[in-house]
């Protein structure tokens, strides 16, 4: 295998599997968020904020594996 096809193969593999987590992460933020609002539709803003913010530090780790497979790519 060439070093450029082990490049693009690191890169590959580092994005792909870096947002599945994520990916996975941010679906259960939003269903669990989704099912509290069903139960306590009054507390919609206190839900909606942490929601947001616990979607906000999941797409962190995204953007991390962004960041790694762009050095892997250009390095």
């Known amino acids: ?16 599997l870096g947002v599945i ?12 968020a989704v099912e509290a609002l069903g139960r306590n539709p009054d507390a919609e803003g206190s839900i909606r904020a942490t929601m947001i913010l ?5 797409e962190g780790l995204a953007i991390f594996a962004l960041v790694i497979a762009l050095l892997i790519r250009f390095t």
């Open 1 to 16: 295998m060439s070093p450029e096809a082990a490049k693009q193969l690191a890169t590959a593999l580092a994005i792909g």
């Open 21 to 32: 987590g994520p990916g996975i992460g941010i679906g259960i933020v939003a269903g669990k």
């Open 54 to 58: 616990g979607i906000a530090f999941t």
